[in-house]
């Protein structure tokens, strides 16, 4: 199997292809179509050639252009836990008044019993398995293939296990890690290798000493304002001259933690970096 990952927005996509068919992990916030198709474009994947949508869960940022995807041709496939919901982002995008939204479909629809995912993935030519993995969110779900990746959205991620034990966060770890997985792929975050060392803690570009308190305190609240206008990775380090790993960090906490403000995501990079 073959694994293409997309950047084009704040929200890390993939595309699982094998000789059978290719399943797309995820999409981007509406408005991101344009980009999702360069970044097709420039991974040489043509966008009717996809076979399915597997979403890990219905917010914003992870649904968003499902549906203009489907037009051309993939389904999306949706296990029964998901199903009710298929909607739940609908009301986001009519409130922000966002045209470019399209709500998904009943004939786009692809649902299925979680306990039959395996034949579903193996239809596609995709060796592998989904599971319930609430925490973030109670329609969450994971990718687990059988070669050890695994695609967990916005599930927290490992460095903050202990942080979450005898959660639903920590229960869905578990299950996850009862795989023994050797790669994770995470929405918001980068990859990460289980088999080598944890990444060092990220550090600001051009700087010779370490950052004051106050002036980390601004920098993330300048990026959380920009993620909050949609702006990209590139954008957010072009106007902040940030390390793209901190950016992807704050990027990653900021929309992974519901109601989190600049202190608790200063504190969970601090306890990555340990």
Not at 3 to 8: A, D, G, H
Not at 108 to 115: A, I
């Given at each position: 199997m073959?694994?293409?990952?997309?950047?084009?927005?704040?929200?890390?996509?993939?595309?699982?292809?094998s000789e059978q068919g290719k399943i797309l992990f995820d999409t981007g916030w509406a408005g991101s179509?344009?980009?999702?198709?360069?970044?097709?474009?420039?991974a040489g994947i043509s966008v009717p050639s996809l076979s399915a949508i597997l979403l890990s869960h219905f917010h914003p940022d992870h649904m968003g252009?499902?549906?203009e995807i489907a037009d051309r041709g993939p389904v999306i496939l949706v296990p029964d836990v998901q199903l009710p919901f298929l909607h739940a982002s609908d009301s986001i995008f009519e409130k922000e008044k966002n045209?470019?939204?399209?709500?998904?479909t009943d004939e786009?629809?692809?649902?299925?019993?979680?306990?039959k995912s395996r034949e579903v993935l193996g239809s596609y030519g995709i060796d592998g398995v989904i599971l319930h993995t609430p925490g973030h969110s109670d329609d969450s779900i994971s990718l687990c293939l059988s070669d050890g990746s695994i695609f967990v959205g916005d599930l927290n991620p490992l460095y903050e296990l202990e942080l979450h034990r005898g959660t639903q966060i920590g229960e869905s770890w578990e299950r996850l890690l009862a795989l023994q997985p050797k790669t994770v792929y995470y929405g918001h975050a980068k990859t990460a290798v289980l088999s080598e060392p944890s990444a060092a803690k990220p550090v600001m570009e051009k700087e010779t000493t370490p950052p004051s308190d106050d002036d980390l305190y601004k920098l993330v609240s300048t990026i959380m304002k920009l993620i909050d206008r949609n702006c990209t990775l590139a954008k957010i380090q072009k106007k902040t001259g940030a390390d793209a790993g901190f950016i992807e960090d704050v990027t990653r906490m900021y929309l992974t933690h519901r109601n989190?403000?600049?202190r608790g995501i200063l504190d969970r990079i601090e306890i990555k970096g340990r």
């Open positions: 073959k694994i293409t990952e997309l950047r084009y927005s704040n929200t890390n996509t993939y595309v699982i292809e179509f344009p980009a999702f198709c360069h970044a097709m474009g420039e252009i499902a549906q045209a470019a939204f399209r709500p998904i786009k629809v692809r649902s299925f019993p979680l306990t989190i403000g600049v």
